[in-house]
Nanobody, 122 residues
Framework: QVQLVESGGGLVQAGGSLRLSCATSGRTFGTYSMGWFRQAPGKEREFVAAISGSGRRTSYQDSVKGRFTISRDNAKNTVYLQMNSLKPEDTAVYYC???????????????WGQGTQLTVSS
C-alpha cells in the first residue's frame, strides 16, 4: 500500500510560479512511476505529467509542456511539480498518483492522493 500526500497548493496570480510536492510512504518508492493529474470544476480529471521510477522518462500534457516540470527525489520519497507561467485555466485540484507502469500512467493509477487546490487569478 502506498500513501500519497500532496502539498504546496494555493492562490497565485497569472504568470506566477508554484511548486507542488507529493510525499509518499513505503520503501518501494523508486519502483513506482509517479504522476500528476488535475480536475477543474465541472470537468473530468485529466493527466498533467508523469515520471518513471528512475526519473529518466517524463511525459506531459501538451498544454503544460514548457511550463511545468515534473521531478522526483527517490531519497526523500517525494515527487514535485514545478509550475511556471501559470494561467487561470490551470486552476484545479491537483492529484498525485502512483502506478507500477509508466506507459499507462496517463490514463490510470494504482494509488491516489487527496489532492491540493491551485487557484490562478487573472
Amino acid at each position: 500500500q502506498v500513501q500519497l500526500v500532496e502539498s504546496g497548493g494555493g492562490l497565485v496570480q497569472a504568470g506566477g510560479s508554484l511548486r507542488l510536492s507529493c510525499a509518499t510512504s513505503g520503501r518501494t518508492f523508486g519502483t513506482y512511476s509517479m504522476g500528476w493529474f488535475r480536475q477543474a470544476p465541472g470537468k473530468e480529471r485529466e493527466f498533467v505529467a508523469a515520471i518513471s521510477g528512475s526519473g529518466r522518462r517524463t511525459s506531459y500534457q501538451d498544454s503544460v509542456k514548457g511550463r511545468f516540470t515534473i521531478s522526483r527525489d527517490n531519497a526523500k520519497n517525494t515527487v514535485y511539480l514545478q509550475m511556471n507561467s501559470l494561467k487561470p485555466e490551470d486552476t484545479a485540484v491537483y492529484y498525485c498518483a502512483a502506478d507500477s507502469s509508466f506507459t499507462t500512467l496517463s490514463t490510470r493509477a494504482d494509488y491516489w492522493g487527496q489532492g491540493t487546490q491551485l487557484t490562478v487569478s487573472s
